[in-house]
């Protein structure tokens, strides 16, 4: 019983630098995903240099939502450097 509520659950990572579009992320996809019975925990970053830290610092996300055009570092220059450390799709 514990291995299939495990399996029920997934962690996002939600990268924008528009708090209202991480907002509505968020809310569409606790939405859809309520909907078939999974847990869900969200984490946000402002930016892509965010979102590559959060990896340093540990983390690992079941699903990123990345916004490409954002200041600091935008999400191709995020993505890229995250697949180079070995995020891999799934």
Same mark, same amino acid.
């Given at each position: 019983?514990?291995?299939?509520?495990?399996?029920?659950?997934?962690?996002?990572?939600?990268?924008?630098?528009?708090?209202?579009?991480?907002?509505?992320?968020?809310?569409?996809? $606790?939405? &859809?995903?309520?909907?078939?019975? #999974?847990?869900?925990?969200?984490?946000?970053?402002? *930016? %892509?240099?965010? !979102?590559?830290?959060?990896?340093? $610092?540990? &983390?690992?996300?079941?699903?990123? #939502?990345?916004?490409?055009?954002?200041?600091?570092? *935008? %999400?191709?220059? !995020?993505?890229?450097?995250?697949?180079?450390?070995?995020?891999?799709?799934?």
């Amino acid at each position: 019983m514990a291995d299939q509520d495990q399996s029920n659950n997934f962690s996002v990572l939600i990268v924008d630098d528009d708090r209202i579009v991480r907002e509505t992320n968020w809310r569409f996809t $606790a939405l &859809a995903w309520t909907q078939k019975q #999974l847990r869900m925990e969200f984490q946000e970053a402002k *930016n %892509g240099k965010e !979102a590559v830290y959060l990896h340093l $610092a540990g &983390a690992s996300f079941d699903l990123i #939502l990345m916004d490409f055009q954002m200041p600091i570092m *935008n %999400g191709i220059q !995020a993505t890229q450097l995250l697949r180079q450390m070995g995020v891999k799709n799934r």
